[in-house]
DNA sequence: ATTAGGGTGTGACCGAAATCACTTTTATTT
DNA sequence: AAATAAAAGTGATTTCGGTCACACCCTAAT
């Protein structure tokens, strides 16, 4: 298993080595290509994802027209459609690569299977209050700034990914349209 | 304690009556007036808090002139400035109650002894999803709908509290101005 | 009953960003 | 290297929603 999990669940619980082998043994690895889906809207959503390398959008398409962006995930984040893998329902959202990327799939009956076995909840509840702070944070920003306050933003938090990805493919993060964003940038660099 | 808190947790662990009541000295009872703060910006924030009655708003202020709301909480919910609850750090967002409410508080050590002493990580982990599920839909409504249609969803998922609220505070938390929430009102009626 | 204040409705005007249409630049593929 | 596709820049036009200004409630307090 890939040392970035193995490091991450250990800020919280340490774990043994062969209780550590143990635990990576539900882990299922794969890896995708750039473009490849990792969720499909409307298939069935069996796993939560572990990001070990790569970079990946989560989106929803509109009447499939317009795409939006609710966020890009990479190295150590967990991701997935949460909705649907915690209700058991059918994909709303679609997961895509952005990069080649590495993922370890944790299935549901896994997933609840180890919170006690491993006594990973607190792990997890860490990682689920991060998320949720971060998504209040993009909210405050969708409601308080301005597309081009929105950008220096997300210049400022993610610098590095800013460098990976397109900008046609930000503005639909930002929710501005391409054309505006690539006026703001303009603007904003004299 | 108030009934309404005993059977949420209760879905999740079923403590006995006795752990119950060791549970519930940990929490703080307190009433608060319609219009008094329960958290003020740049305070401390002690405690999170399960609203047993009422209803409150939690808001950013910019330049502490323009007022924009994150979300309302009433019965059953937790809710507190995560952000700083989590790492301790001043309020950067305040709670204010729309109606007389009554909470139960829980401070930062006691919530991190319960969680251990009576097994409520899981129970504050379903909480937690839910509440960063939620937070996708609102960054989801914000990114692709109008505003009409925003207004629209938001009488959907809250018939409840719509009756409880000014229009112009709806208008705060829908992202429009007081205004242009009174024109759609009257074009959705008809 | 008069006043004051919170909440709401509505017209006029303005501006930021969307949309449309097209060109130019940069990557990929063969 | 040529061809094709993907991404980015830019002008012209339109539109939706913000802002400003003011009128009209309705409830509670004097």
Redesign the interface.
């Known amino acids: 298993m890939n040392p970035f999990l193995k490091n991450d669940i250990n800020i919280f619980k340490n774990l043994s080595e062969s209780e550590f082998i143990e635990l990576k043994s539900v882990f299922s690895y794969r890896k995708y290509l750039k473009k490849e889906f990792i969720i499909k809207e409307d298939a069935a959503v069996e796993n939560i994802y572990f990001i070990s390398s790569g970079l990946v959008k989560l989106s929803?398409f509109?009447n499939d027209t317009?795409e939006?962006i609710?966020s890009f995930a990479f190295e150590n984040w967990w991701e997935t459609d949460?909705?649907a893998f915690?209700n058991q329902t059918k994909a709303a959202l679609t997961l895509q690569c952005l990069e080649d990327t590495e993922v370890y799939g944790l299935n549901f009956d896994d997933y609840f299977l180890i919170?006690?076995k491993y006594r990973l909840?607190?792990y997890?509840?860490d990682k689920?209050?991060?998320?949720?702070?971060a998504?209040?944070?993009?909210?405050?920003s969708?409601?308080?700034l301005k597309p081009k306050e929105r950008y220096e933003q997300f210049l400022q938090l993610y610098p590095s990914i800013n460098q990976r990805i397109p900008k046609s493919v930000l503005a639909l993060y930002l929710?501005v349209s391409r054309e505006t964003l690539s006026r703001l940038y303009r603007k904003s660099k004299k």
């Open positions: 929803y509109d317009n939006f609710l949460f909705s915690y919170l006690d909840s607190n997890f509840l689920s209050i991060r998320g949720h702070i998504s209040q944070k993009r909210i405050l969708l409601l308080t929710g």
